[in-house]
Structures are given as structure tokens and as C-alpha cells.
């Protein structure tokens, strides 16, 4: 099993910034992909970032590519988000999940976190 927590959300203004964190505990490999994941209310889960664990390839969804940075950082465990020139559109619960696959294809992750409120106010 592959327990994920997330951190670091909050309100934020329109131009601003915030990084989240995802800390992975229990069984958790170098070649598993981390990924993040948000959700507005009333809509689906979408993807928004990916990162391989080894090998540190990356990839972002269209709306959030040149705004958003995804890291890792394998001694602690950890991944991360920042998130640059935060948009009201932005706003949505973030989630990370973890998969055997570099993907954006949210069937493909496994583990996931509860989430962390991302709140961009105008």
C-alpha cells in the first residue's frame, strides 16, 4: 500500500502562487509515476500534472503548462506543485495519486490522496 497526503492549500489571489506538497508513506517505489489531480466542484477529475519518479520525465495538461511546476523529491518521498499566476479557474480540490505508469490517464493511478482546497480569489 501507498499512503498519500497532501498539503499546502489554501486561498490564494488571482496572480499569486502556492505549492503543494504530497508526502507518500508505506510501500512506494523509485519507477512509480506521481501525478496530480484537481477537481472543481461539479465537474470531473481532471489531470493537471505528471512526474516520473525515475527518470524525471514530466508533462502538464494544456491550461496549466508554463504556470505549473512539477518536482520531486525522492530522499523524502515527495512530490510537489507549484503553482504560478493562479488563475479563479484554478480553483479546485487537488489531489495526488501515484501510478506504475508515466500517465495521464487517471484509471491507470492507484493511490490517491484526500486532497488539499485550492481557492483563487479574483
Known amino acids: 500500500q501507498v499512503q498519500l497526503v497532501e498539503s499546502g492549500g489554501g486561498l490564494v489571489q488571482a496572480g499569486g502562487s502556492l505549492r503543494l506538497s504530497c508526502a507518500a508513506s508505506?510501500?512506494?517505489?523509485?519507477?512509480?509515476?506521481m501525478g496530480w489531480f484537481r477537481q472543481a466542484p461539479g465537474k470531473e477529475r481532471e489531470f493537471v500534472s505528471t512526474?516520473?519518479?525515475?527518470?524525471?520525465?514530466?508533462y502538464y495538461a494544456g491550461s496549466v503548462k508554463g504556470r505549473f511546476t512539477i518536482s520531486r523529491d525522492n530522499a523524502k518521498n515527495t512530490v510537489y506543485l507549484q503553482m504560478n499566476s493562479l488563475k479563479p479557474e484554478d480553483t479546485a480540490v487537488y489531489y495526488c495519486?501515484?501510478?506504475?505508469?508515466?500517465?495521464?490517464?487517471?484509471?491507470?493511478?492507484?493511490?490517491w490522496g484526500q486532497g488539499t482546497q485550492v481557492t483563487v480569489s479574483s
Open positions: 495519486a501515484a501510478s506504475r505508469l508515466h500517465t495521464d490517464y487517471i484509471r491507470e493511478y492507484d493511490y
Open positions: 508505506g510501500r512506494t517505489f523509485a519507477s512509480y509515476a
Open positions: 512526474i516520473s519518479w525515475s527518470g524525471g520525465s514530466t
